[in-house]
């Protein structure tokens, strides 16, 4: 299904006269000005939602142009479509797609890019966007834990800091059952201290950190270590809590 997606994603900017050469992409109005797949994601890509197709095959081309332009701005069209007032788009459609794209063996910064930005700092989406990609997995994760999942897992978990503890919390200590995921766990957890909206339980986090087995020199453990005991939640609700503790490790 994905390479079909991809196959028909590739002839589809061909009918809106858009081509694919070597250095970047040319339309048959400017075929002497080159464009870049940001430009041709901004002009084009929220025209895969005005197409002929159900909603289903709608997201599934999306995804397809995804994986051919490999540029964020496809991400905020899907986005922009599921809350549209012809929304909300196919649910297993939808998360399917990330789910396949954060398990593939190649980038995926768009990706979790997107997820982070758009459906995890939006609290109004962020429990089922998590839930969707990891939560409702994380069993499986940890039981059977297969090259792929174990690469949507890892992704996952590092962009999830402004996810709410709660939700994210029960994920995580299952994942601690699985030393492969203890360095994404560690990012997650500094991401949840310093990203703007990240979310985080001093205590329980510090809990967390405690049991992670991670390289003895593992960057910034120490200092993340040190503002979470004194109970400190957000780097930006303490602004000089990190900063102390950088001079207090050195």
């Known amino acids: 299904m994905e390479r079909q997606a991809v196959e028909a994603a590739r002839r589809w900017p061909a009918d809106q006269g858009v081509s694919q050469v070597h250095d970047g992409w040319v339309s048959d109005e400017k075929p002497d000005v080159l464009l870049t797949a940001g430009q041709v994601a901004h002009s084009w890509a929220g025209d895969v939602f005005a197409e002929d197709l159900d909603a289903a095959d709608q997201v599934r081309l999306a995804f397809g ?8 701005w496809v991400t905020c069209e899907i986005r922009f479509a599921d809350g549209s007032a012809d929304g909300p788009l196919p649910t297993e459609v939808l998360w399917d797609g990330y789910r396949r794209r954060l398990e593939a063996d190649r980038n995926a910064e768009a990706v979790t890019y997107s997820l982070w930005v758009d459906w995890f700092e939006d609290h109004t989406t962020s429990a089922t966007a998590f839930a969707e990609v990891l939560g409702h997995d994380i069993d499986r994760v940890v039981a059977d834990p297969s090259e792929a999942l174990r690469r949507r897992a ?25 030393p492969d995921l203890h360095p994404a766990l560690f990012r997650g957890l500094r991401a949840s201290f310093h990203d703007v909206y990240g979310d985080l339980e001093p205590a329980a986090a510090l809990a967390l950190l405690d049991q992670l087995d991670l390289p003895p020199n593992t960057q910034h453990r120490a200092e993340l270590r040190q503002v979470l005991a004194a109970g400190h939640k957000n780097h930006y609700r303490s602004p000089g809590a990190w900063n102390d503790a950088v001079r207090s490790c050195s």
Do not use: F, I, N, Q
């Not at 890892?154 to 699985?178: D, N, Q």
């Open 154 to 178: 890892r992704r996952v978990l590092e962009c999830s800091g402004p996810v709410r503890w709660p939700v994210k919390a029960p994920t995580y200590r299952t994942a601690m059952r699985l």
């Open 65 to 72: 142009l995804l994986d051919l332009l490999d540029d964020y």
